[in-house]
């Protein structure tokens, strides 16, 4: 079954246009190394140049944050990830 992962709609130009890409993997970053490999434009748009996620970005496993653990924090098959930006706004 695998773990789908939900691509933003800014980044599925990078993705073939797919909106939902399946993945394999028992944690977040092995989901992460696997949709990487699928769709490499995307690394840069998402993570740092040492693998940690961006300043900006949040993964969410079934809606719920993956904060503090991240890249760390275990998954199973039929679980859904979010790639989400956090938006700032100013006055």
Same mark, same amino acid.
């Given at each position: 079954?695998?773990?789908?992962? +939900? /691509?933003? #709609?800014?980044?599925?130009?990078?993705? +073939?246009?797919?909106?939902?890409?399946?993945?394999?993997? +028992?944690?977040?970053?092995?989901?992460?190394? +696997?949709?990487?490999?699928?769709?490499?434009?995307?690394? #840069?748009?998402?993570?740092?140049? &040492?693998?940690?996620?961006?300043?900006?970005?949040?993964?969410?496993? &079934?809606?719920? #944050? #993956?904060?503090?653990?991240?890249?760390?924090?275990?998954?199973?098959?039929?679980?859904?990830?979010? /790639?989400?930006?956090?938006?700032?706004?100013?006055?």
């Amino acid at each position: 079954m695998g773990v789908k992962i +939900n /691509i933003p #709609s800014s980044l599925q130009h990078l993705a +073939n246009g797919q909106a939902v890409a399946g993945v394999s993997g +028992n944690t977040v970053g092995q989901c992460r190394d +696997n949709l990487v490999k699928q769709f490499p434009g995307i690394e #840069s748009e998402v993570f740092e140049k &040492n693998g940690k996620l961006l300043e900006y970005v949040d993964i969410y496993i &079934n809606l719920e #944050s #993956s904060y503090p653990e991240e890249l760390a924090k275990p998954v199973k098959d039929g679980d859904e990830l979010h /790639i989400t930006f956090f938006t700032i706004a100013g006055g």
